[in-house]
């Protein structure tokens, strides 16, 4: 399993509209073969932070994704990226 998490920063004046613009992404990701979980959405705290979440069976199928994906030309610079790709070996019930 993959997943790639982080946030970044693209501006209070334009970060909703720019989470907006990724709506038809998301939706195509989370139908495409082996999209485990996909989502861009604005922080809850921070008004220019947009958060990451992509969760994939394997590198194959995100590859596969993202030569389709088409994502939206947007013109905002993103600022402050911290994102990370982490390859898990196992999981288990978080509460467990």
Not at 24 to 34: E, I, K, M, S, W
Not at 43 to 65: G, I, M, Q
């Amino acid at each position: 399993m993959l997943i790639i998490a982080g946030h970044y920063s693209v501006g209070v004046a334009k970060r909703d509209a720019y989470v907006e613009a990724f709506s038809d992404l998301v939706q195509r990701g989370r139908a495409a073969a082996g999209c485990l979980d996909l989502a861009i959405t604005a922080d809850p705290v921070d008004p220019a932070r947009v958060n990451n979440y992509e969760r994939w069976e394997s590198e194959a199928t995100l590859a596969a994704f993202r030569a389709v994906a088409n994502p939206p030309e947007f013109d905002v610079a993103m600022s402050d990226m911290q994102m990370s790709k982490f390859h898990i070996d196992s999981e288990s019930h978080p509460f467990a």
